[in-house]
């Protein structure tokens, strides 16, 4: 893959990921603003289950953003060894050639 398509497809993880991050940040906050209705938030099992609804759909939407922009994170890092052991390769066989 060329340079330009391995940088977009690098973007196109990390850049949702983040986002989706920030979203379960805002997700929660917004969403724990909500107030139950007067019968359901008198019933402590009630409250403790939306809460604990609260919870895990923002832990999924936090983890699966943390894996996407891990995912992109760890491509840029491949891409950038690749492209840097490739140069070194080059430049340690002119050296090569240059001695002999």
Do not use: I
């Amino acid at each position: 893959m060329d340079k330009h398509k391995d940088r977009q497809t690098e973007n196109l993880l990390m850049y949702p990921g983040m986002a989706l991050m920030c979203a379960a940040v805002a997700y929660f906050y917004l969403a724990g603003l909500l107030r139950l209705p007067d019968d359901l938030a008198k019933d402590t099992l009630q409250l403790a289950l939306w809460q604990l609804e609260l919870v895990r759909e923002t832990l999924a939407l936090f983890v699966t953003g943390a894996v996407l922009a891990a995912g992109g994170w760890g491509l840029s890092v491949f891409n950038a060894w690749r492209r840097w052991s490739h140069a070194g390769r080059h430049s340690a066989a002119r050296v090569a050639k240059e001695q002999e």
